[in-house]
């Protein structure tokens, strides 16, 4: 019998939900187990960094990275993980383009770790914000450095594949298994189960040319089925966003969040976005566009849920040496 394919998983800054995506592959899981080991994954298993340090360069068949890079930790193990594995796939959208912890990025590390630690939700009452060195009876601990911002995988370490999806569909994680098992891979780059169009392109719902009178959150309207979301005024992300689910939160009556990323050559999504919306106003005047606009609950959060790491937005913060 052929050596077994060894696989890696690995979460950074993410939830979780990345294996949750994998666990989707269902009744393959059987097959997959016929041909592969999980060396290394300690969202599910007791696997240490240890185990991992002990291995020999390459050891890991494909590493599944999920998650951002928020902090120290997150990028000493992807570093690890790269030397240890033969093929590095970026993940899901927050290994990819930084994801929802990387919104985090529109504030001060400072102002992060006081809203976490110090605010309604915490009780803190003489105000204690976790640092990296902490002295203690029994002595020293330790924590993770928490970064300025939240980076792509491939900010830090040279990434062979990207698989973007909150969470990657099972279609797509069983591509890139079958493609390191058959030795048959895509050009080294390559964005794995995604096409070259935009969620529109796939999504069957009419576009009528009618223009935005005023933003909804989608519990607040009962959209008109068959017809544009957008045009009814639900921010839909489906013009910004790069295809390959098929518009499958828009045949559940849901609008494109933008989890695969942007479309075609644009380098942010939420630009493009804020762009494509911008022509659709139902304005004749500077006022009344203010006034639709302001009826768009959390723009840059809605906008750049998935792709503020690789926004031009982070080029807006030079005291955080980011110029
Ligand atoms: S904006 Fe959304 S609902 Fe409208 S066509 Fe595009 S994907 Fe479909
Ligand atoms: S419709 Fe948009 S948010 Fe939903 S899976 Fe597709 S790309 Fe992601």
Redesign the pocket.
Same mark, same amino acid.
């Given at each position: 019998m052929a050596e077994k394919l060894k696989i890696g998983i690995y979460w950074a800054a993410s939830c979780g939900g990345c294996e949750i995506g994998i666990l989707e592959i269902g009744d393959k899981l059987l097959d997959l187990i016929e041909v592969a080991d999980l060396v290394f994954c300690p969202c599910i298993l007791d696997f240490k960094y240890d185990d991992v340090r002990a291995m020999p360069d390459g050891y890991i068949d494909v590493c599944l990275f999920n998650g951002g890079i928020r902090n120290s930790e997150n990028q000493e193990i992807a570093e690890l993980l790269r030397e240890k594995s033969k093929v590095m796939v970026a993940y899901g959208s927050c290994a990819s383009e930084g994801g929802i912890p990387a919104l985090g990025n529109l504030f001060s590390t400072d102002d992060l770790l006081k809203r976490a630690y110090t605010t309604e939700t915490t009780d803190n009452p003489v105000g204690i914000i976790p640092g990296p060195g902490h002295s203690v009876e029994e002595g020293e601990l330790h924590l993770p450095t928490v970064h300025d911002r939240v980076r792509r995988l491939s900010d830090v370490i040279d990434v062979d594949y990207f698989m973007p999806g909150c969470p990657p569909t099972e279609i797509q994680t069983w591509a890139v298994i079958q493609a390191v098992a058959s030795g048959n891979l895509p050009p080294k780059g390559s964005k794995v189960g995604v096409g070259d169009k935009?969620? /529109?392109d %796939? /999504?069957?719902? %009419?576009?009528r040319g009618v223009k935005i009178k005023k933003f909804f959150r989608p519990h607040e309207i009962i959209a008109e089925d068959g017809?544009?979301?957008? %045009?009814q005024g639900?921010l /839909?992300?489906?013009?910004a966003?790069r295809s390959g689910c098929e518009?499958r939160c828009?045949d559940a009556n849901m609008? /494109?969040r933008g989890c695969y990323g942007a479309a075609g050559e644009s380098k942010d999504q939420g630009a493009a976005m804020l762009s494509a919306v911008g022509s659709m106003l139902a304005a004749d005047s500077i006022e009344k566009a203010e006034e639709i606009v302001k009826s768009m609950v959390d723009p840059a959060g809605t906008t750049y849920r998935f792709g503020m790491a690789e926004s031009m937005l982070v080029r807006h913060f030079p005291e955080r040496g980011q110029g």
């Open positions: 935009s969620v /529109c %796939e /999504c069957d719902r %009419e576009r017809w544009c979301l957008l %045009e639900i /839909c992300l489906g013009s966003t518009a828009i609008p /494109c």
